[in-house]
């Protein structure tokens, strides 16, 4: 069966076929003003499992995210901190990718930056004058959205409704209100490079063109980010891509998830209802963070909530047990002989989660088939049938969603009372008082904690 996506451009799913050997893909990056926060956290998760899949698949991947760290609202906090920008934007680029590397997101192979790659977008934005497509009014310069046929065909909007909405700013000379900036007049106080229509800088949009066009090419296999970018951000890419190189489409596949609720609203930083990522991870296993995002489809707007991370908190636990089990020696003694019998067929189980993924990466029917196969492990257990094989199929599927499957770290704080009640017991079974005995042990039994009476004295060990 082949990988089917939903193409955001068609509206249909379509079988996935890369341009060359490599698939290129582009996701939008963060602006660095502010922390990110969960919803930028289900972004970046939803992105990894797509990388994560296509090389699961056997393709080669070049991954390129950008930084948009030059933008008003990383002006106006770095005014308001009375720090330098450069400041504001690596501390929070810092923070990012260290809170990347605890979400367990591969790294993207390039990370460029806005500030560092103006010369390329300079070059676009001339060229779309030179072509017609832009014109310069008082040392900005605004994309002719009218001088492209086809504008608004991801977005599906037509452009008489779009010019009927919009609106013109205070000192702007657009030839038509839904017009956009490519490149900006310097302000007082504000960074500024040269250019040949004076000192500015650039448009958000013509960012993402530029340096999409730069590190993959003239065409990309796949560019994501939020639906919220699909217009006008990506709308923006894709007519000025398409008029500086002449080669439709700019991109084969658009992808877009849904976004975080915070109550009934969309989470964001410019609402200020959000929570950060370091923030949830205080809080949460970070197999617990992608299990909650990925139990639903990338497409399905998600809630944050106690109750939904403390669901996904007990899944990720339940797939942990099964992947990291080991063979029940008790079941073994009461089946009379070591684990024998018929092992657990771990195929049809990936065979499941990846017809799920293929049917435009199906997050929750995979998880389902991991779950049905962590049931079957579980069973095996308690039957005395070999186990090793189908963990190791568990332990492959959750690599491909990210899920670690890690042992917890240990929490020693109960030792000192486990040793007491261990002692105690020793002391009940010494006056043969062996029913208070064995109601220490199964009290224990209960909390998760094995107890083994050895020559050398009783050891105790955390069960799985």
Request: negative net charge; hydrophobic residues 40%; contains cysteine.
């Amino acid at each position: 069966m082949p990988l089917k996506l939903r193409n955001t451009l068609s509206g249909q799913y379509e079988e996935f076929v890369p341009i060359g050997d490599v698939v290129k893909l582009y996701v939008c990056g963060v602006t660095p003003w502010e922390v990110s926060h969960v919803g930028h956290a289900m972004s970046y998760i939803v992105f990894d499992v797509l990388r994560r899949y296509l090389e699961y698949r056997g393709y080669r991947v070049r991954h390129v995210q950008n930084f948009t760290d030059i933008e008003d609202k990383i002006i106006a906090r770095a005014e308001r901190l009375g720090i330098d920008i450069g400041q504001l934007t690596e501390e929070m680029i810092e923070r990012y990718h260290q809170e990347m590397r605890a979400l367990n997101i591969l790294p993207a192979h390039v990370y460029p930056r806005a500030t560092e790659e103006t010369p390329t977008m300079i070059e676009m934005i001339q060229a779309l004058i030179e072509k017609g497509y832009a014109y310069q009014a008082n040392g900005d310069v605004y994309y002719r959205v009218t001088r492209k046929e086809d504008y608004g065909k991801l977005s599906h909007r037509p452009l008489d409704a779009m010019v009927a909405g919009a609106r013109v700013e205070p000192g702007e000379q657009k030839e038509n209100p839904v017009d956009f900036a490519l490149w900006k007049a310097a302000k007082p106080g504000e960074p500024s490079w040269e250019s040949p229509w004076g000192p500015g800088r650039p448009g958000w949009h013509i960012e993402c063109s530029a340096m999409s066009l730069r590190y993959l090419g003239e065409q990309i296999d796949i560019h994501g980010g939020g639906e919220d970018l699909i217009f006008p951000h990506h709308e923006n890419e894709i007519a000025q891509t398409e008029a500086y190189t002449e080669k439709p489409p700019f991109v084969r596949y658009w992808l877009h998830n849904a976004w975080v609720k915070a109550g009934e609203e969309k989470m964001s930083k410019s609402l200020g209802n959000f929570v950060p990522i370091s923030e949830a991870l205080e809080r949460w296993p970070v197999d617990a963070i992608r299990l909650w995002v990925l139990i639903s489809p990338y497409r399905t707007p998600l809630s944050y909530s106690e109750e939904a991370l403390a669901a996904a908190q007990r899944g990720a636990e339940r797939l942990r047990l099964a992947a990291r089990a080991s063979p029940d020696p008790s079941a073994s003694l009461r089946a009379g002989g070591a684990g024998e019998g018929e092992a657990v067929d771990a195929a049809p189980y990936r065979q499941q989660f990846i017809e799920a993924m293929d049917d435009d990466l199906n997050t929750a029917k995979a998880l389902a088939a991991l779950f049905d196969l962590a049931h079957e492990i579980h069973r095996a257990r308690d039957e005395t049938r070999p186990i090793g094989e189908a963990q190791t199929v568990l332990l492959e599927l959750a690599d491909v969603l990210g899920l670690t499957l890690a042992e917890p770290e240990a929490d020693m704080s109960a030792a000192p009372f486990i040793e007491l009640l261990i002692a105690i017991r020793d002391e009940l079974r010494q006056a043969k008082q062996f029913e208070l005995a064995d109601r220490v042990r199964s009290g224990l039994a209960e909390l998760g904690i094995a107890l083994e009476d050895t020559p050398q004295g009783t050891e105790w060990r955390r069960r799985e």
